[in-house]
C-alpha cells in the first residue's frame, strides 16, 4: 500500500460535516450519509510555535525546495473577471458531458497536479504516457506522466462535434464545467490502455469496471479552460488545498523539508511509525523543521474501501490522540481518483506530490496495489512499487523514502518494523483484515490503531448495518 500524506493547517483536525443529504458539487450530487456519525467542530486554523533558530533563519528559508514538473505551476481557472464572457463563449458549442469521474480528472488538471500537461492527453501525449510513463517537454526534458489522463466519448458525440476545434465541457447533471480548446479525437483502444497500465485485462479491476468499460470508443484531446475553482460543497472543501495553497503554506510554515504520505485507508500506528520516523531520520539529516504532508486520496476509490469523510475524521482522531503531531503535519485532500495499478499508479502519485512542493516521498509496501481480482494473490510484487521509484524517469529531483514492512509486535504490543530473525512475534493486520474487524465489533489488538480513530471507524461500520437492515425489509416487501 503507496502512502502519501496531505495535511491541512491545523492544531485539531475536526470535520464539520453537516447533516448528509444529496448535496449539489460544482456540478455533480454526492451523497453524504442521512445521520453522521460523529460530531465535531470546525477546523480552527493552526499557527505553529516556531523555535528561535528557525525564526531567525526564515528569510532564508523557502518550501520551494524543488520546481514543479515543467518549471511552472499549471493553473486553468479562468480569472473571474473574464468567466461571463467565456461563459457566453461556451454556451455556443457543441456539448460533452462528463462523468463524476471526469471532473476529478478536470479538478486535478485545472489546479497543476499534472504540471506541465495542460488539459485532457491529445494522441502523441497519450502514447508517450502509456507506453513510456514518462512527456518529453519541447526542450528535450523529461518528466513523469505514468497515467493517461484522457476524456472518452461515444459515437454520438463524435458526430455531433464534427469537425468543430472547441468544445464545451458540462458536468453530470448538465452545467457549465469548462472549454476544451484545439481538441483532437483520436481511437480508444480500451484493450491497450488496461494491459499497458495494469499489467493484466483480468476482469475486476475496478477502476476499469468503473470508468473504461462502458466509456466511448473515442478520446479527445485539448487545452482546458475551467470556468470556476471545483467544489464539492460536501463539508471537506476547506481540506481541497492546490498545490498553490500547498505551497504558500509551507513557506508560512517556514519549512525546510516537505516529506508526503500517500494514503487511502485510515491511518493505523505503524503508518504513523513511518510518518514520525522519517521526521527523525530528517533531523539528524540537519533539517531543522520538516513538515509532513498528510494527503489521503479523495477521487474515486472501490466500494469497500472506507468512504472519505470517514477516513478524514478518523484522521483528526490521530492528530488529536497526539499520534501525530499537529504542528509538524498539513492534512489535505489529494483530488486523484484511483487506479490500483500498483508500480505504475504510485509514480503518478509522487510526480503530482512535486508538483505541491514535496521534496521527500515515502514509500510503504506494495504501493497502490490491491489484490487480484480472481486470485488469492497480491496483484503486484509488494516490492516493486519502491524500486519503481527509486528509478523511474522524470523522478529524479524526489528523494525517495523506502522504508521496512510495519507490523504488530506481539511482544512489545505494538506496531514495529519486521524484524526477520523474530518473525513469529508479528502479526500482519492488512486493510481487508482492519475492515474486518472493525465491521465485526472486534477491537484490534492493543497499540495497533490510537482509541479515537478505532471509534470512528466501529461507528461508521454500524451505521452500515443498521442502514443495511432498514433497508432489507423494505426490499422484501417490495
Known sequence: MSLTIKVHIAAHFNLNLRTAKQT?????NVKIR???????????????????AVKSASSAIKS???????????????????RGLRTTEAE???????????????????????????????????LQSL?????????????????????AIDDETKERIGSTTNVALLGPTGGLIGILRSIEIYKHNKEERIARTWGTTAAGLPYVEEVITPAGNWLVGGDLEVLKPI????GLDHYRLSPQQLRKEFDNRQADAIFAFQLRNPIHNGHALLMNDTRRRLLEMGYKNPILLLHPLGGFTKADDVPLDVRMEQHSKVLEDGVLDPETTIVSIFPSPMHYAGPTEVQWHAKARINAGANFYIVGRDPAGMGHPTEKRDLYDP??????LSMALGLEKLNILPFRVAAYDTVEKKMAFFDPSRAKDFLFISGTKMRTFARSGENPPDGFMCPGGWKVLVQYYESLQAEEATQQPAILTS
Open 34 to 52: 442521512p445521520k453522521p456519525i460523529y460530531h465535531s467542530n470546525q477546523l480552527i486554523a493552526f499557527q505553529p510555535k516556531m523555535s528561535a
Open 383 to 388: 516490492d516493486h512499487g519502491k524500486k519503481v
Open 231 to 234: 467544489k464539492y460543497n460536501d
Open 92 to 126: 455556443s458549442m457543441p456539448k460533452v458531458k462528463l462523468t463524476k469521474i471526469d471532473l476529478e480528472w478536470v479538478h486535478v488538471v485545472s489546479e497543476g497536479w499534472a504540471s506541465p500537461l495542460r488539459g485532457f492527453m491529445r494522441e502523441n501525449e497519450y
Open 24 to 28: 449539489k458539487l460544482t456540478d455533480y
Open 64 to 82: 520551494s525546495l524543488i520546481e514543479p514538473d515543467g518549471g511552472v505551476l499549471v493553473d486553468l481557472v479562468v480569472p473571474e473577471s473574464e
Open 131 to 151: 507506453h513510456f510513463n514518462c512527456l518529453r517537454m519541447k526542450d528535450g526534458s523529461i518528466v513523469n506522466m505514468s497515467l493517461p489522463i484522457v476524456l
